[in-house]
């Protein structure tokens, strides 16, 4: 997609462009480090479409767009720490090369720095894109922790894990495009608009994420196949299937679920409920009704429908991530 | 002295008032925890103090206020956690009770929360006190970083000393008093004199911490007699010592500093150079120069003197600690 070709070199350029120069150097280079080392890019893209929507200055969206993907980059090395991966996008991440400390560090710091990031906005846009930020910040934290509790948690339920999932992925995205609305000075109807757009694609592309994980062509996919299914992940799959499954079929799941084994019998056992529960066509309606709901809300913004186009083009591309 | 009580219990009650009541529990109590456990809680108690001097609605500095004791005690939990520390305030710490990773996330939150607490302030006023805030973060990051480094650097400076115990503990209190004010809409000048205020007197205070180290009463310090001797700290005594020292006490220090041990013949021996080299007078002075450059800034400040005094008295009360 051409436009999106565009925006991430625009992205890209202003990272170049914004490196942090300041000391002690063993603060900062961990956030150059990781900021570098690129990503999709996405939710700065989504600052920057939702600024272009509403007729704003690219110009001033530029430096918050950063401050998103420098947020989401602290977000990664904290939770990497969490998680204990020794890598991440390929490279060691941050608590594997300097150790835990300047892990939590330079992250806090990034964090910090991503609030400087909107300091060049008047003061009323300044408050609104601030606290936008900072509420978006704390469900991220909150669906975190719910994640985490899903581990030891045995009653987790359909609701629950829209909403976990809403916290930790739909919201960054939803308030990606709202910021962009907002410095845009787009209205308060169109700016909840788009954010509701973000949430629901949000959603749908974390529940597409469950998806591909277990019916997923392994090679585009490039994860481990099923890799949840090894992890006792609670994915949307996993509580669709245990909803839907006979007395007996809930006690075989829950006999899986209960320990972590590399067997490949627990992988062919469970992908059999999943399959006999029909999970699989569930999962791909509920990323279709989620997209319908994205797109209307898209609808209601009273813009010519060609300057939406690129909006839909994103959420086919996120959406359709397999073919 | 009685003006403190009073701003402690306003400062109490917000704090009960404001106690989180958000979900996910895991995430939010242990933030109720560590708010709940106290320490002498000056720097909100600074920024009430600050708006009562330049004439401002305490109602309104309240919630700031809290804001800079949040962000204070989320700099506590994870300082706990990079410094290993199993107590603080005699209580078991978050990590100890609940992991590493609810410190870490908790923590995060906190800041987070902290940020919310300007919110009610119109957008002027909150950019106001939101670029000190976030600033301020920052510094405390660097300083932080600082002061990890000095473990292992061995060219440590007087200057470098000096700029780290600002970043780490200077600037928050000069912060907390400068927020004080502008919520009271002080002058441009009258908030950068309070600022300065502050500033000096953190750095008396924290000298006065490495003098008391040594020689101090331990009985009315409360921690164990020169425990920075023992850890190799590079305070001030041991900076100035090194600085006076003859090359051959310099070569002492060095042996003793260059190496961990309980071994009572190296406080001995480190202190009889501290003392040879006069670091005692010489700290003492530091802290009062740094105090009179302190009172300097109030000085400055066109308020009648009387309005002033509880600052002063803030000052005795911070530096004279012994006494």
Redesign the interface.
């Known amino acids: 997609m051409e436009f999106l070709d565009r925006y991430q070199q625009i992205v890209a350029d202003a990272i170049t462009k914004y490196t942090f120069k300041?000391?002690?150097t063993?603060?900062y280079d961990p956030m150059n480090y990781i900021i570098s080392h690129g990503g999709k890019r996405l939710r700065p893209i989504m600052v920057l479409m939702a600024c272009d929507l509403f007729g704003g200055d690219l110009k001033e969206a530029i430096k918050p767009a950063l401050a998103i993907e420098f947020f989401h980059n602290f977000t990664l090395i904290?939770d990497d720490?969490?998680d204990e991966a020794p890598l991440r996008r390929n490279k060691p991440t941050i608590h594997t090369l300097h150790g835990?400390?300047v892990g939590?560090?330079s992250?806090?710091?990034l964090?910090?720095?991503a609030?400087?990031f909107f300091?060049d906005l008047e003061?009323?846009v300044?408050?609104a894109c601030?606290?936008i930020f900072?509420?978006t910040?704390?469900l991220l934290?909150?669906g975190?922790?719910?994640d985490?509790?899903f581990e030891t948690q045995t009653d987790v339920t359909f609701d629950d894990y829209i909403r976990m999932i809403t916290y930790k992925t739909g919201v960054l995205s939803a308030s990606s495009f709202e910021i962009g609305a907002l410095i845009a000075k787009a209205n308060f109807k169109d700016a909840k608009a788009i954010f509701n757009f973000g949430k629901h694609i949000g959603i749908a592309f974390q529940i597409m994420d469950d998806y591909l994980d277990v019916f997923g062509d392994q090679a585009q996919f490039g994860k481990k196949h099923a890799g949840d299914i090894y992890e006792n992940k609670k994915t949307v799959l996993y509580l669709m299937a245990r909803e839907h499954a006979t007395e007996e079929e809930r006690k075989e799941l829950d006999y899986w679920y209960s320990k972590k084994t590399d067997n490949i019998d627990k992988v062919y056992n469970v992908e059999k409920i999943f399959r006999r529960t029909k999970v699989d066509e569930k999962a791909l309606r509920l990323i279709e009704k989620h997209n319908e709901i994205g797109q209307s809300y898209l609808k209601k913004i009273a813009i010519p429908e060609d300057k939406k186009k690129p909006f839909a083009e994103l959420a086919n591309y996120l959406l359709r991530r397999e073919s």
Chains 1, 2 share one sequence.
């Open positions: 300041d000391k002690p063993e603060l904290h720490i969490m835990i400390n939590i560090l992250g806090d710091g964090m910090l720095k609030y400087k300091e003061p009323e300044f408050k601030v606290r900072t509420h910040g704390l934290c909150e975190q922790q719910y985490i509790n």
